[in-house]
Every structure is written in structure tokens, then in C-alpha cells.
Nanobody, 117 residues
Framework: QVQFVESGGGLVQPGETLRLSCAAS????????MGWYRQAPGKQRELVAR???????NYADSVKGRFIISRDNAKNTVALHLNSLKPEDTAVYYC???????????WGQGTQVTVSS
């Protein structure tokens, strides 16, 4: 069982940038796909970015062109760069392994991102 600790969230204004980090308690090199999810108040958790071990990436339409996901298997970390933030990006962000059936492991505490003027 791998556990994740997310960090880097905060309160920013629209148009600003944040970098989120996810540290895994174990090796992620054997996890084919890692992803960042988010859950906004009153909404279901959704997958917003995914990266495979071959560095192929996929993004939700709502963040495509603004968010960039990366992974460092040697450091067991996954990052998410959030550019041109919008108020609708406000949510708690989580990382996890991604499978065809949903998240692979339990959830960490997440990191809060709030975009407001």
C-alpha cells in the first residue's frame, strides 16, 4: 500500500500560478499511471491530469493547456503545475495511482487550492 502526501496549495488570484507536489511513501516506478484529482465543494472528485511511466499525459478539457503534470520515479514524486488559474479551479487536490477502475490506493489529506480575487 502506497500513501501520498500532497502539498503546495494556497490562496491565489485569478491568472496566477501554483505548483503542487505529491510525495509517495513507496516506489511509484511500478505504478503505470499516476494522476491528480480534485474535488470542489458539493461536487464529485474528478481526475484532471494523468501521466504514465512512458510520460504520456492526458488532461481534462477544463484544464488542458493550463495544467502540466510531471513525475520523478527516482524521487517518488508527482507534480502539477497550475497556470492561469480560474475561480472554478478552487478545490482540494489529491494525487493517486490511476487504473481503469478508478484510483488505485487510499486518499491522502489533499491540498487546498483557492482562486479568488
Amino acid at each position: 500500500q502506497v500513501q501520498f502526501v500532497e502539498s503546495g496549495g494556497g490562496l491565489v488570484q485569478p491568472g496566477e500560478t501554483l505548483r503542487l507536489s505529491c510525495a509517495a511513501s513507496g516506489s511509484i516506478s511500478g505504478i503505470f499511471a499516476m494522476g491528480w484529482y480534485r474535488q470542489a465543494p458539493g461536487k464529485q472528485r474528478e481526475l484532471v491530469a494523468r501521466i504514465t511511466n512512458t510520460r504520456a499525459t492526458n488532461y481534462a478539457d477544463s484544464v488542458k493547456g493550463r495544467f502540466i503534470i510531471s513525475r520523478d520515479n527516482a524521487k517518488n514524486t508527482v507534480a502539477l503545475h497550475l497556470n492561469s488559474l480560474k475561480p472554478e479551479d478552487t478545490a482540494v487536490y489529491y494525487c493517486n495511482g490511476v487504473t481503469g477502475y478508478g484510483p488505485r490506493y487510499g486518499w491522502g489529506q489533499g491540498t487546498q487550492v483557492t482562486v479568488s480575487s
